[in-house]
T-cell receptor, first 113, second 112 residues
Framework: DAEITQSPRHKITETGRQVTLACHQT?????MFWYRQDLGHGLRLIHY???????NKGEVSDGYSVSRSNTEDLPLTLESAASSQTSVYFC????????????FGPGTRLTVL | QQQVKQSPQSLIVQKGGISIINCAYE??????FPWYQQFPGKGPALLIA?????SEKKEGRFTISFNKSAKQFSLHIMDSQPGDSATYFC???????????FGSGTQLTVLP
């Protein structure tokens, strides 16, 4: 079955370290998104991509970067982790072409000490 | 700036009761309004969605009511069951871009 996987599922790191969260999809969807989920804020969009080599900033992009070299993967990099980036991170995909439904991965819980 | 405001933050309902969650939006460019359901430790999953050309959409026990003039929409869960206990998020998306703006979430507890 087609799916979205995220790895690692849990990560503890230290302030200042570079961290990369992986997102891999087998849906063959054009659109991919990264969100962070924090209590009281719902899900906030970090970065998104509408296809290979396309990346765009979302509402809370500062301190994060993404790259899209193929259809299946959109890794999220925290350049220099900060305690404020402790959160649960979700990757999502949608087919594009007018279909709006987004499908979410299982999430990565990141703790920055 | 929160473009989609959701209430209440938490909701406790008896089994068999009606759960109602409300959302209000500001951006008149929004033209797609989904509701997502999230269980602990899982990613959100689409529950039901509506476009502004209709005022109501029903799927089983779940109904979205949409009021375009008031810029409000709500989720009604009829005959609420303990298995409905989850966090519910409303969201909105403009026609010009496939980007969802989420509400802050409602934690629903249905008592047996």
């Amino acid at each position: 079955d087609a799916e979205i996987t995220q790895s690692p599922r849990h990560k503890i790191t230290e302030t200042g370290r570079q961290v990369t969260l992986a997102c891999h999809q087998t849906w063959n969807h054009n659109n991919m998104f990264w969100y962070r989920q924090d209590l009281g804020h719902g899900l906030r969009l970090i970065h998104y991509s509408y296809g290979v080599q396309d990346t765009n900033k979302g509402e809370v992009s500062d301190g994060y970067s993404v790259s899209r070299s193929n259809t299946e993967d959109l890794p999220l990099t925290l350049e220099s982790a900060a305690s404020s980036q402790t959160s649960v991170y979700f990757c999502a995909t949608s087919p594009g072409g007018g279909t709006d439904t987004q499908y979410f991965g299982p999430g990565t819980r990141l703790t920055v000490l | 700036q929160q473009q989609v405001k959701q209430s209440p933050q938490s909701l406790i309902v008896q089994k068999g009761g009606i759960s109602i969650i409300n959302c209000a939006y500001e951006n008149t460019a929004f033209d797609y309004f989904p509701w997502y359901q999230q269980f602990p430790g899982k990613g959100p999953a689409l529950l039901i969605a509506i476009r502004p050309d209709v005022s109501e959409k029903k799927e089983g026990r779940f109904t979205i009511s949409f009021n375009k003039s008031a810029k409000q929409f709500s989720l009604h869960i009829m005959d609420s069951q303990p298995g409905d206990s989850a966090t519910y998020f409303c969201a909105a998306e403009p026609g010009s871009a496939r980007q969802l703006t989420f509400g802050s979430g409602t934690q629903l507890t249905v008592l047996p």
